[in-house]
């Protein structure tokens, strides 16, 4: 006779999905950086958020080598835009950046664009933000380093409200 652990089939054991890629979201708008984040967890990024440039920074470096990219709103109240530009390409020049500009930020977006930084404006798809951080991501990582499978605690996951 076979004992019943036996007879049943591992469905304790569930494979771990690869890492999407990593991706903080910097918004200062709290509705905009929670809706970005869960809208692209959904699309398979692993997204860290923060609501200022400190806590940004402060992220980044507690989680240097997950985060692969970063979306920024040019209108951070703590930390103008280009000044954050300039300390990551100083400090860490391979992670890239893409800085997000509403219809009334188009002064910050011109100090970022004078600096060399990516603006995208809105209105923008979500499919073409997605297409625009995907291809930032791969061009920094060409060699596949992104798609390294790890799991992180800080995953943002999706919820039932947005409102959050």
């Excluded at 709290?30 to 400190?54: I, Y």
């Excluded at 703590?78 to 009334?104: I, S």
């Excluded at 930032?136 to 990582?141: E, N, P, Q, T, Y």
Aim: charged share 20%; glycine share 8%.
């Amino acid at each position: 006779m076979l004992c019943p652990i036996e007879n049943r089939p591992e469905t304790d054991i569930l494979p771990m999905p690869a890492r999407g890629p990593g991706l903080l979201v910097v918004d200062d708008d709290r509705a905009n950086r929670l809706g970005l984040a869960q809208d692209l967890t959904a699309a398979g990024f692993v997204v860290w958020t923060a609501p200022s440039g400190e806590v940004a920074v402060d992220t980044y470096l507690r989680h240097t080598g997950e985060i692969d990219a970063m979306l920024v709103s040019v209108a951070l109240p703590d930390l103008p835009v280009a000044e954050f530009l300039g300390w990551l390409r100083r400090h860490y020049p391979g992670v890239p950046c893409c800085c997000l500009a509403g219809v009334n930020d188009q002064a910050a977006a011109a100090q970022v664009k004078a600096v060399g930084g990516l603006v995208v404006s809105h209105p923008i798809s979500f499919h073409r933000l997605t297409a625009v951080i995907r291809r930032l991501i791969l061009d920094a990582h060409p060699d596949g380093d992104a798609e390294e499978s790890t799991f992180t605690e800080w995953q943002v996951v999706p919820g039932p409200s947005r409102a959050g």
